[in-house]
């Protein structure tokens, strides 16, 4: 099974990267942004999958699912 979760982008890197953060922990992640059609900025919400953003994500949109990810853990964990 598969999952693709939303991030937001942190930081713009060299060669088509980008670090991102998932939710408000403190761990950020280096992915591809080469799958989007236009260039990201920083601030943007990307949807990643297998370590590649493949669509952007209207910011209320991903807020909306990270608070359903968050309720599914916090069921699973009770």
């Known amino acids: 099974m598969c999952l693709a979760i939303p991030a ?3 930081k713009l890197l060299p060669d088509g990267a980008a670090q ?3 939710g408000e922990g403190d761990v950020l992640l280096d992915i591809s942004i ?3 059609p236009e260039p990201p900025a920083v ?3 990307v949807v990643v999958h297998a370590g590649f953003a493949i669509s ?3 910011p209320a949109d991903a807020e909306e699912t ?3 990810l968050r309720e599914m853990a916090e ?3 009770n």
């Open 8 to 10: 937001r982008i942190e």
């Open 20 to 22: 991102v953060r998932v």
């Open 34 to 36: 080469i799958l989007l």
């Open 43 to 45: 601030g943007d919400y």
């Open 56 to 58: 952007r994500l209207d």
């Open 66 to 68: 990270l608070k359903i």
């Open 75 to 77: 069921y699973v964990q």
